[in-house]
Each structure stands twice: as C-alpha cells, then as structure tokens.
C-alpha cells in the first residue's frame, strides 16, 4: 500500500472530493483524520472508511479559522506523533460564477478568491510547523482548470473570481515548495476539471444544465471528463513515497481539456 503508517489530514473530508480522496488515502493504508463543518457527513465517511478495514477520526474544523485548525493538528500531534499529509478540499464558492465581470457586485468576485487563498494558507502553513521539525511531509492543494481556460471557454464558463482564486491557490503553492522543499516538505496543487459526479449535489449543481457536459467533453483530449475515482488515486500516488521527486508543481487532471 502507498500510504502504510502515514497520518493524514483531510479537509473538507464530507464533500465528494474530500471523502473520495479520505477513502483513497485508508485504502492505501494512511490513518486518516476527517475535518469538516457538517458532522454528520464527516461520521458517514469515517463510518465508511472504518466498515471496509481503515482507521478514521471525525472532527469539527472551520478551515477558514486558524485557532480552530491549529488546536486539531496539535491535538493529533499529540496523539498519534506526527503529521505526513495534509490535504485541503473545503468549498470555494464556485457558485458564484455565470455572471460577466461587469455585472458582477465586487463581493462575489472577491469571496472565491479570498476563501481559497485563505484557507489553503492556514491549512498548509499550520500542517508545515508540524513537518518542518520532522523535516518531512506532503501538503496538497486543489484548484481546477478555471485558472486556465482558454479564451473560448473564459467566454463560455464565465467564472468570475472562481478562476482568480484557482490561478491565486496554484501560485501559492509554488511559493510554499519553494520556501518548504528545503525543509524536506513537498507541496503539489492538483488541477483537475469539473467532475461530473460532483454537480447535482455541490452548490451551483446547475453546471449540469443541457448542453453543458457535451460541450465540456467535446473539447478534452479524451472525449471525456475526470471521475473522482481518478483524482483520488491520483492525490493518494502524489501524497505517497512513489512522487517522491515532485513538488511546485500542479497535476493537470482535465483529461486534456488544458495541455501545458
């Protein structure tokens, strides 16, 4: 297994990303730690996890409020000693998209961008003064492909300050490798594009309107877009020993809809 005797964080652990890479991570061996705000979701996924053999925690973590994230990583420092990986899928708003810029009130640009540079700050910075003294650890981030579009699809996704937060966490996140890879720490952004299990039950699920999802795998190198299955495999092999050599850098998941 990749991940035998890892601790790993996981926040946003009840969403469809988060849980689907919290089930990656146990199935390949890593003590998990779900952190979220809606306990219910977080006991489902723990119970999940827990029926097919792995070992999870739940715990109420606002990832947007650095006491509450700095007193869980201690705590688990506490417990189990160390910190190997953390991961951050909390939500950015990415229902605040579909309105032209000039439309748009300066709050709804502006509360994408700040929510995920923010807490992708707090998040990797606090799981960092854990592996700095270990001189080890991987932390990932997540964005998506509205960063980058394409002049076509800027045009037809109209994503508003979605894709200024994306572009903004991808940039941290060279800027944290930089300044952790000495410390042995690595720090990769995965890049997937939309996934289609996750939009009838997100917020802003009405990216699966007609028309929407042909048009979207129409212009992928594979006629197709990502699954979860696949972005959590793939967040399971970057967060392992196998991806040893890799940081600052972001994974691009979008079946080649972005070739970079």
């Given at each position: 297994m990749l991940l035998t005797d890892k601790t790993a964080v996981i926040y946003g652990a009840g969403g469809r990303i988060g849980s689907a890479v919290a089930r990656a991570f146990a199935r390949e061996g890593a003590?998990?730690?779900?952190?979220?705000?809606?306990?219910s979701r977080l006991d489902a996924v723990a119970a999940e996890i827990a029926d097919a053999g792995g070992t999870a925690e739940a715990a109420h973590?606002?990832?947007?409020?650095?006491?509450?994230?700095?007193q869980h990583l201690d705590a688990i420092v506490k417990q189990?000693?160390?910190?190997?990986?953390?991961?951050?899928?909390?939500?950015?708003?990415?229902?605040?998209?579909g309105t032209p810029l000039i439309q748009m009130p300066w709050e709804d640009v502006t509360t994408p961008a700040l929510t995920g540079v923010?807490?992708?700050?707090?998040?990797?910075?606090?799981?960092?003064?854990?592996?700095?003294?270990?001189?080890s650890g991987v932390i990932l981030t997540l964005s998506s492909s509205?960063?980058?579009?394409?002049?076509?699809?800027?045009?037809?996704?109209?994503?508003?300050?979605?894709?200024?937060?994306?572009?903004?966490?991808?940039?941290?996140?060279?800027?944290l490798a930089g300044e952790l890879g000495p410390q042995?720490?690595?720090?990769?952004?995965?890049?997937?594009?939309?996934?289609?299990?996750?939009w009838a039950v997100e917020p802003g699920g009405d990216i699966n309107a007609s028309g929407v999802k042909p048009y979207m795998e129409d212009g992928t190198a594979l006629g197709r877009l990502p699954t979860l299955r696949e972005v959590a495999d793939t967040a399971a092999f970057m967060a392992s020993d196998w991806a040893s050599e890799m940081t600052g850098t972001t994974v691009?998941?979008?079946?080649?809809?972005?070739?970079?």
């Open positions: 003590r998990v730690f779900l952190a979220g705000r809606t306990p973590v606002d990832a947007l409020d650095p006491q509450a994230i700095t189990v000693g160390r910190i190997d990986i953390s991961f951050n899928a909390i939500w950015i708003r990415g229902d605040l998209q923010k807490t992708h700050f707090l998040t990797a910075t606090a799981a960092a003064r854990h592996m700095v003294p270990q001189r509205a960063g980058v579009l394409s002049g076509r699809d800027r045009r037809f996704h109209v994503t508003g300050g979605f894709g200024v937060a994306c572009a903004a966490i991808e940039a941290l996140s060279r800027s042995g720490i690595r720090v990769v952004c995965l890049r997937p594009d939309a996934i289609p299990e996750t691009n998941l979008t079946c080649g809809s972005i070739m970079d």
